[in-house]
């Protein structure tokens, strides 16, 4: 099958091949793999199903067809009150699944890390686009709800350092 680049991500290498995403295995390939495929068990419609590693040693992720994100302009359904509602029902139902779990181990929860409006999928729901799943779960790890709601905050309402190079903000410094 022939593979075709996907746009916007900060990794390398993320292909399409037919109905699947491949992208470079990394040290939490297995963890991601656990964690997609404990979403898959419970029926959660919000992640990509994992499918396992392929003949290149690359993760084979499930294509989620609809819109994301990634680029500068963007409809306004994108950024909508309805959205963000949405997009928070997703977290918390992402965390309440993840609470209590060998994955969360002695954290409250395992958390996405990386949550943006360019890590979710939207689909037209109603007629207008609205958030259904998030995508590039690499930083998910054990942690703290309030971590990706933090995340939801700055990526989502852009209530953060108003700098769009991620190691730039590492280097912000805040005036206390």
Request: overall charge negative; glycine content about 8%.
């Amino acid at each position: 099958m022939s593979e075709s680049s996907l746009p916007g991500g900060f990794i390398n290498h993320v292909v399409r091949v037919g109905a699947t995403v491949r992208r470079p295995a990394s040290a939490s390939t297995e963890f991601i793999g656990d964690l997609l495929t404990m979403f898959e068990a419970s029926g959660w419609p919000g992640a990509p199903r994992y499918h396992g590693i392929d003949e290149e040693g690359r993760e084979i992720l499930t294509y989620l067809k609809g819109h994301v994100a990634w680029e500068p302009q963007q409809p306004p359904d994108v950024y909508s009150d309805e959205s963000l509602l949405r997009v928070t029902q997703l977290v918390r139902e992402f965390h309440d699944l993840t609470a209590g779990t060998e994955l969360a181990g002695s954290h409250e929860v395992v958390c996405h890390n990386d949550l943006s409006p360019k890590n979710t999928i939207y689909r037209p729901v109603s007629g207008v686009l609205r958030p259904v799943a998030f995508i590039d779960w690499d930083l998910a790890a054990p942690g703290a709800r309030i971590h990706d709601v933090a995340h939801v905050c700055w990526q989502y309402l852009e209530l953060g350092p108003s700098v769009e190079d991620v190691s730039e903000a590492a280097t912000v410094e805040v005036d206390r």
